[in-house]
């Protein structure tokens, strides 16, 4: 039995989740204070993701000279730099609204980046 | 002549928005809120990383995502603000001079006023580290800004004083961006950051963080060349043969937070040597009738879901404070104590007669407990006893209180917070 301590990054409550593993599977997830930290702690000892943010130029906008993003759902971990890479150098046309598409299934986790901010 | 407004908010940030958006839900009429920056939302703008909004959406947004949230309640409601807007002064009786360049310099009489201004950090004047003054050094949150908003990247080998929690986010922001972040280096044995931030932005990337660790000198005249790091001892002092040599073009400070209160001083508002924030009632009302505080100006938060929370508070009690006059001239209430570990409470005094079913005391603790109780005492019954593995300095805490407690107990001398073993 192998015994993996945890600190959840779900939200700043920085719970300390312990998951227990027996080869490979999870037997036993304690310490959380809500299911999204359960989850979080499955997932972290088996398929390790990230949300990733970034923010790109914008032109067109009277406000704004940069509009940021995110991934919209949390991307595997191995690709967090190449998403990071694949948002270089991208230039999007003013209006920008929150929830647009930036980026169509950024490096190739069918996940796309969409913008967190109106410009 | 000076136009009138039922409440006017300083600043635009979370605190401001929440505080306007309940202060017009609980009847007051005419808001205005004044913003010194060219758009609502404050510091979440820049504060593009996920993780907002979990306790109250309950889903994780980005900073400028919430903002957006708060920023719409205010434009549904129809409330007044005014952008690029520079409060300049507020005298007790709640005149406020702003001026912006619209409007030139102008005057506002308030029937109450919500203090809304949040924090700076702490710049590398307020540290004593020795060396020359060369182009390079940043504090944290100007990093964050020129990077996120304005697109430019402060350098490409860094160093990180201080493990605050933009330190942290900037950390990861930078590696993402193709910048090598060489180390985080904290004077105290622990982190000022979030648990999480430490996972997430550090582990994450391998970026190493010495604790108990400071920088003792910056080397380079036109442009940071390269920093030494030393170990300190109990008291702070470097501990000599300890140093250790790092090459860098820019050092980033991530120091601390301090609420920006020059205008509250200036009204005459009362002030926590330890918050540096106002001391407030239950109704976060400050000891000037119908000024309120909330949000960073009040106490640092490290969650901006607390922030919109203490921001409604104090916006209810504002639109109260002006439809009825309630709790004028009632300065005194029951004080609360913050002892054996805990450094402030906010509110610090409670009039029973006003408090609403439940009260919500925040406070911070003054170092690493591990496996201690907090506890809050009524007189001297107490009421809460909960068992915490481990409590930071990096983390705020909190107790709440029923009414009904209070008014069982009659007429006790104080409140208490305290941190016990067992």
Redesign the interface.
Known sequence: MEKRE?????????C?ITVEMDGGEVVNITGYTCN?GKIYAGKEVTNTT??????V?VTGSA????V???TKTDIP?SK??EC?KAL?GVTVQAPVH?GDVIVRDVAGTGVDVVA???A | MAEKYDIVIIGGGPAGLAAAAAAYDAGAGKILILERDRMLGGILNQCIHNGFGLHTFNEELTGPEYADRFIRKVEERKIEYKLNTMVMNMTADRTITAMNREDGMFDIEAGAVILAMGCRERPRGALNIPGYRPAGIFTAGTAQRLVNMEGFMPGREVVILGSGDIGLIMARRMTLEGAKVKVVAELMPYSGGLKRNIVQCLDDFGIPLKLSTTVVDIEGKERVEGVTLAKVDGSGKPIPGTEEHYTCDTLLLSVGLIPENDLSRQMGVEMSPVTRGPVVNESLETNLPGVFACGNVLHVHDLVDFVSEEAGIAGRNAAEYVKTGRGAGKESGIPVIAKDGVRYTVPSSIRPEFMNDRLVIRFRVGGVYRNCYISAYIGSERKIHKKCRIVAPGEMQQVILQKKDIEAAGSVENVTVCLEQE
């Not at chain 1, 990230?50 to 923010?55: A, E, F, L």
């Not at chain 1, 406000?63 to 940069?66: A, G, S």
């Open positions: 945890l600190t959840c990054i779900q939200c700043p409550m920085g300390a999204r990230r949300t990733v943010t970034s923010s130029r406000k704004e000279d940069m940021s993003v995110k971990k967090v730099f990071a270089k929150i967190t901010r109106n």
